[in-house]
DNA sequence: ATTCTAGTTGCGAATCAGTCGCAACTTCAG
DNA sequence: CTGAAGTTGCGACTGATTCGCAACTAGAAT
């Protein structure tokens, strides 16, 4: 079951100076947040945790902040089956996309890369004629301790 | 290019009534939209067609009865991608699942059925062991019109 | 180091989809 | 035809996200 793996700490703040985009003690924070996140984040929890680095970030500034990494492919937006609430999480971007499996009792993110994914979306792009930017996959249903 | 197929009308009304499920007039012209549905709708946009069709229906029954449709797995919920605000899209469930490609471009859905789609939710339940309860591929791109 | 400006921020108000409680109404089994 | 259970409309409410704007930087140019 190949797994997705974490990502070297600072490359976000790295790729953004890259692409000439200011930097600010807000946005450092709100970039610490998620790369460094062990799960997927609402945008409320991402502003809580930013907060506790840096008080003064605002909550427009961390939806300003996903507007702006969104837009830079540098995170992805999850549904996850609105598992609480409306809203949606967030996780940084790697380089190979991956499915989210999402338990409907216990609430259980699975997530898993695939090969036969891959193939999928090569499909898509040859039969459809159609350029990929994101895709994205989620299921709902049971894990392997909820199914019975 | 496999397409998915349109459905038999009354269909979704007669699924109800064999679940022992009440017939209202409400539910009546919501299902009748949903049935008749040319595109993915928004919730509003069923609201609103379905008070032509009957100009008692109320937006609180609008969801009332997505939500019912949702937990009878008789309509899906969509995002295509947050082409137009936020909010969902619905559509009636047919019997094979598909994938949405959304142009960011011209705003077109494109939809697909796959085989390989057919596989990659076999192996998720096999190497997995994670029951499906609801698959959704969400793209998003440039289709075959708007990539340069 | 100082200056300057475009980009960024905090604030508070606004928006807007979706939810909820409740009393009135309807469905449909008996 | 009747009654209980299920459904509805209404209006108030919620909670996530957006917006306008004046004050505030970051960092390029001097
Ligand atoms: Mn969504
Ligand atoms: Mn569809
Ligand atoms: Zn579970
Ligand atoms: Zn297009």
Redo the contacts between chains.
Sequence with gaps: ?PFPQTEIPGRLQAELAARGIRMTEQRRAILKVIETAKKHLAAGQILRKAQRLNAAVDRSTVYRTLELLKRHRMVDEL?L?HMDG?GHYYERKLARDH?H?A??RCGKI?E?M?E??D???Q??ER??????????????????EC?H
């Excluded at 459809?128 to 392997?144: K, Q």
């Design positions: 079951m549904d089956m409306d499915i499996m338990c409907l699975t898993f695939s036969i994914f193939s999928l979306k499909q898509l039969d459809c004629r159609f350029s990929i930017v994101v895709a994205r996959l989620e299921v709902g249903g049971y894990c392997s199914r």
